[in-house]
């Protein structure tokens, strides 16, 4: 009766640690969109000490794990919003308007998308859409109405 104690605990065990193992990435718990969400702030750091290279890494690590996450949980405006962004961020226009629209459809008061869609057609001179992302968050109260106000009176320059 020991011995069979003994051999039920240890293929218990074993079975445990084997579902944790096919679970695991290795350790890291976060999901693709936030994993992408800290490379995105990783690399913003870089870009304000104007460590461009580096940033331009992170962006674009941040946007394959984006695409993975858009791919498992379609529709989210969020990942929409960051999709735009290093669309965006890596001079890809085209894609980060369509990412944008994607994301105003599910979400049409999106701080975030309504700012960086402002952003994008300040620097493809647009500014007429622009304005239009501006009247969007005229009523919000949210520095993103000063940020993209800043960007379309010339007082702050964009970096795309």
């Not at 961020?89 to 994301?103: S, T, W």
């Amino acid at each position: 009766m020991k011995y069979l104690t003994i051999a039920i605990f240890l293929i218990s065990q074993l079975l445990v640690q084997s579902s944790f193992a096919a679970g695991s990435d290795g350790g890291n718990t976060k999901s693709k969109y936030d994993q992408a969400v800290s490379l995105i702030k990783a690399a913003k750091k870089y870009e304000k000490k104007e460590k461009i290279e580096k940033a331009q890494k992170r962006y674009a690590k941040a946007y394959k794990l984006l695409i993975k996450s858009n791919e498992k949980k379609p529709n989210n405006a969020d990942t929409l919003n960051y999709l735009g962004f290093t669309s965006r961020k890596l001079g890809d226009f085209e894609n980060g308007e369509k990412f944008y629209l994607e994301g105003l459809a599910i979400d049409p008061k999106h701080v975030g998308i309504n700012e960086y869609l402002g952003e994008l057609y300040v620097a493809t001179n647009r500014m007429d859409l622009a304005r239009e992302r501006l009247d969007v968050l005229l009523g919000c109260n949210c520095e993103e109405y000063n940020e993209l106000k800043e960007i379309i009176d010339g007082t702050k320059k964009s970096k795309y």
